[in-house]
């Protein structure tokens, strides 16, 4: 059974960002009713990147190939580049950021003429 839990990405007065990791859904409640605006809740997708680390909504993995991708949550499933995420397929990827503080890193190649969402370093 997977692991539910939840971090929030807030941007405090001066602009610093700030996690708070390992929220129960009656943390988010409150923080989402209190911080409505500034509060961005991510739910853990159950799984790790190849390294161990855990991937959240919104994390933004690499692949074997080099190409980026947001992890996003869709028709009930979580999803890579419209592939549902699952433990073999992220063995091979790593999350190198999240698309609130490192959102350049999806815009890169959005000059290129593909018409893949995928990005590559």
Do not use: A, W
Request: hydrophobic share 30%; aromatic share 10%.
């Amino acid at each position: 059974m997977r692991e539910i839990k939840f971090r929030c990405f807030s941007k405090d007065s001066s602009m610093k960002m700030q996690y708070m990791n390992n929220l129960n859904i009656n943390e988010c409640i409150k923080l989402h009713n209190n911080k409505s605006k500034s509060c961005i809740i991510m739910q853990y997708t159950g799984l790790k990147d190849k390294n161990g680390k855990e991937i959240y909504e919104g994390d933004i993995l690499k692949n074997k190939l080099g190409y980026f991708d947001e992890v996003l949550f869709f028709d009930g499933s979580f999803k890579v580049n419209r592939l549902i995420l699952n433990r073999y397929f992220t063995n091979e990827m790593e999350v190198i950021g999240n698309i609130y503080e490192n959102p350049e890193l999806l815009k890169k190649g959005d000059d290129d003429d593909t018409s893949d969402s995928s990005r590559q370093s």
